[in-house]
């Protein structure tokens, strides 16, 4: 009686395997768009578009443009002493990360920021998304730009990098973030929003809070404020 469960462990174990198997590393090869092969290299050397299992680096100052619906397991620029840029056209671009978007490298190198620039019909989802800081030439600093509007969808957001305090810019000009699981608010960088919105889980804060548009908070969803009563919301 133990040989079909066997073989289905088995079966299960391969298919893991081959999941496993199939993530690969894609490395930005110039500016273009996400969809177009000839952005990237991959692991192998060879080109190709990054799916959900893959993990993606943006370096060597370039653009990559999303126009559709891309996704990828993890996401981070720039990896090189060098900067990388994200931004988006067309009707309704999204960008789904479903593990980690680090915009600006999280580690103690100095000189890797990132820029993810929101068009207003834009939407990036993550299950963790930090901003890193990071300052090449004395002048790009790491940064996430709302100014258009947009909508920011994450369980946690985070902040890190090798860099001095200050060297990110967070503008979250007419857009939209999400929180939907439970996480802890830096004391930094995301301390302002334009709209916030907590679907799901507890949001505690680490730092007074200032909400220039609307906050919402879910039937399942919760805000923990701690000392800090002194928030604001318009």
Not at 47 to 73: M, Q
Not at 137 to 156: P, Y
Request: aromatic share 6%; glycine share 12%; with cysteine.
């Amino acid at each position: 009686h133990l040989k079909p469960q066997l073989a289905l462990l088995v079966l299960l174990l391969l298919l893991v395997g081959a999941d496993q198997a199939s993530a690969e590393l894609y490395t930005s090869a110039k500016s273009g768009n996400w969809f177009d092969s000839a952005t990237w290299t991959n692991s192998a050397g060879g080109a190709g578009v990054p799916s959900g299992s893959d993990t993606v680096n943006i370096k060597g100052d370039y653009t990559v443009t999303v126009s559709n619906s891309a996704t990828c397991a993890n996401l981070v620029f720039s990896t090189g002493s060098s900067v990388g840029y994200v931004v988006f056209s067309g009707p309704a671009p999204a960008l789904n990360v479903t593990t980690r978007l680090d915009v600006g490298n999280s580690t103690a190198n100095t000189t890797h920021p990132g820029v993810l620039t929101f068009a207003s019909d834009a939407t990036v989802t993550a299950g963790q998304c930090y901003l890193n800081k990071q300052l090449k030439n004395g002048v790009t600093k790491s940064e996430i730009n709302m100014a258009a509007g947009g909508r920011l969808v994450a369980g946690l957001l985070g902040t890190g990098g090798g860099s001095a305090e200050g060297n990110t810019i967070w503008n979250p000009g007419t857009g939209t973030v999400e929180l939907n699981a439970n996480n802890t608010l830096p004391a930094t960088v995301w301390t302002n929003f334009n709209n916030l919105t907590l679907s799901a889980g507890t949001t505690t804060l680490a730092g007074n809070l200032a909400i220039g548009g609307k906050l919402e908070i879910g039937a399942s969803a919760v805000m923990n404020l701690g000392t800090y009563a002194n928030s604001t919301a318009n």
